[in-house]
């Protein structure tokens, strides 16, 4: 399958895993809460211990196509989140969707997703544009914003699309990969990067192979995960759409030395 193929029987497994994310959280309260508790819909995890606790209050907007419509309806749906006590988060929230960070999301949301419906109508109708937004534990400190899209605008199959955002509290701030790293270790990162893609491409079944076609490239977004660095890549990057969105693991074993002490677990006490 080349780069341009698009795959029919992809685009069902997507949506559903989309639809299931946005309506588990239909019922979550609007006052500010910890994300990542059980009080936050949009969450997967408990926060660690460690990981102080973001208030967010959860924002939900759904709209539809007109009442004209009876098959293959246009809609819109975003579960999101405002944190309000970290402005600079928001901004960067804002940003992984190319939506302005200075009115209130509920508001920039809802406008986002009537011009979505509106260009759907002047396009066949039939589209379908999903945003949400959650926090999972990260290393130590550090809190990942997972931001997640889907975009269906005619064709075989949507497009998903992931973004994390590693939120270190302490710096207030959204962290860069150069933020992570001591000085002049970026190769030596991206190094152990490649070593990764071929453990993966090892394990893959012999039936399998991707070939030449789909070599190792710099991962689209990273996490600085519990048990190591997560590099994440979107649909063909490094394998066909069949694949999804693959994920290599560098445990932080491997990191000492490339990342800074204050992103690497603390070492066991004697």
């Keep these: 399958m080349t780069r341009s193929t698009w795959s029919a029987l992809a685009f069902p497994a997507v949506l559903?895993?989309?639809?299931?994310?946005?309506l588990a959280a239909c019922?979550?309260?609007?006052?500010?809460?910890?994300?990542?508790?059980?009080?936050?819909?949009?969450?997967?995890?408990?926060?660690?211990?460690?990981?102080?606790?973001?208030?967010?209050?959860?924002?939900?907007?759904?709209?539809?196509a007109g009442q004209g419509c009876?098959?293959?309806?246009?809609?819109?749906?975003?579960?999101w989140l405002h944190f309000t006590a970290a402005p600079e988060l928001q901004k960067a929230l804002m940003a992984a969707v190319a939506l302005p960070a200075d009115?209130?999301?509920?508001?920039?949301?809802?406008?986002?997703?009537?011009?979505?419906?509106?260009?759907?109508?002047?396009?066949?109708?039939?589209?379908?544009?999903?945003l949400s937004?959650?926090?999972?534990?990260?290393?130590?400190?550090?809190?990942?914003?997972?931001?997640?899209?889907?975009?269906?605008?005619?064709?075989?199959?949507g497009m998903s699309t992931v973004r994390y955002l590693n939120w270190d509290p302490e710096q207030g701030k959204v962290l860069t990969l150069g933020d992570m790293l001591l000085p002049g270790k970026e190769s030596a990162f991206w190094g152990e990067a490649q070593r990764a893609h071929q453990r993966w491409l090892a394990a893959r079944?012999?039936?399998?192979?991707?070939?030449?076609?789909?070599?190792?490239?710099?991962?689209?977004?990273l996490a600085l995960r519990p048990q190591g660095v997560e590099l994440k890549y979107l649909p063909y990057s490094i394998a066909p759409y069949s694949?999804?969105?693959?994920?290599?693991?560098?445990?932080?074993?491997?990191?000492?030395?490339?990342?800074k002490p204050a992103y690497l677990p603390a070492a066991p006490a004697r």
């Excluded at 009876?70 to 579960?79: D, G, P």
């Excluded at 079944?205 to 977004?221: E, I, M, Q, R, Y």
């Design 16 to 22: 559903a895993t989309m639809l299931t994310t946005m």
């Design 27 to 64: 019922d979550a309260r609007k006052e500010p809460v910890p994300a990542g508790t059980s009080a936050d819909a949009s969450a997967t995890q408990m926060p660690a211990a460690s990981t102080p606790r973001l208030l967010a209050t959860p924002v939900h907007v759904e709209l539809k």
């Design 70 to 79: 009876t098959e293959r309806c246009s809609e819109f749906k975003a579960t």
């Design 103 to 130: 009115v209130s999301p509920q508001q920039v949301l809802t406008q986002a997703g009537q011009r979505f419906l509106k260009e759907s109508e002047e396009g066949g109708g039939g589209w379908q544009q999903m």
């Design 133 to 157: 937004a959650r926090v999972e534990n990260g290393q130590g400190r550090i809190s990942i914003i997972v931001v997640e899209t889907y975009d269906y605008t005619g064709g075989a199959h």
């Design 205 to 221: 079944p012999t039936d399998a192979p991707l070939g030449d076609g789909w070599p190792f490239v710099k991962a689209d977004t």
């Design 243 to 259: 694949e999804g969105m693959p994920a290599l693991m560098l445990p932080y074993q491997r990191l000492s030395g490339i990342l």
